[in-house]
C-alpha cells in the first residue's frame, strides 16, 4: 500500500503565498513522477504540475511563474509553492505519486484564496 498525505492549505488573501507539501509512504521507495491536481467547486479535477524522478517539470499555463515544485527524492516528499495566489486557486488541491502504470492520489487540501 502507499500513502500520500498533504499539508500547507489554508485561506490566504490574493497575492499571498502558500506552500504546500505531500508525503508518500508505503511499500515504494521511489516513484516515477509526483505532482499535484487541484479541484475546484463544480469543476473537473484538473492538472497543476509535476516532477519527474530526474527532476524535469511540468506546470499548467496559469500557475506557470507564480508556482514552483520540487522534490525530495530521499524522503518522497514533494513540494508545491505558490506565489502571487489569485482567487481562481481556489480548489482542493491533490497530491499524486506514479509508478510505472500506478497512480496513487492523497485525500487533498484546500487551498483558499480570498480577494
Known amino acids: 500500500q502507499v500513502q500520500l498525505v498533504e499539508s500547507g492549505g489554508g485561506l490566504v488573501q490574493a497575492g499571498g503565498s502558500l506552500r504546500l507539501s505531500c508525503a508518500a509512504s508505503g511499500r515504494y521507495s521511489r516513484f516515477d513522477s509526483m505532482g499535484w491536481y487541484r479541484q475546484a467547486p463544480g469543476k473537473q479535477r484538473e492538472f497543476v504540475a509535476d516532477?519527474?524522478?530526474?527532476?524535469?517539470?511540468n506546470y499548467e499555463d496559469s500557475v506557470k511563474g507564480r508556482f514552483t515544485i520540487s522534490r525530495d527524492s530521499a524522503t518522497n516528499t514533494v513540494y508545491l509553492q505558490m506565489n502571487s495566489l489569485k482567487p481562481e486557486d481556489t480548489a482542493v488541491y491533490y497530491c499524486?505519486?506514479?509508478?510505472?502504470?500506478?497512480?496513487?492520489w492523497g485525500r487533498g487540501t484546500q487551498v483558499t484564496v480570498s480577494s
Open positions: 499524486d505519486a506514479r509508478i510505472v502504470v500506478l497512480t496513487y
Open positions: 516532477i519527474s524522478s530526474g527532476g524535469s517539470t
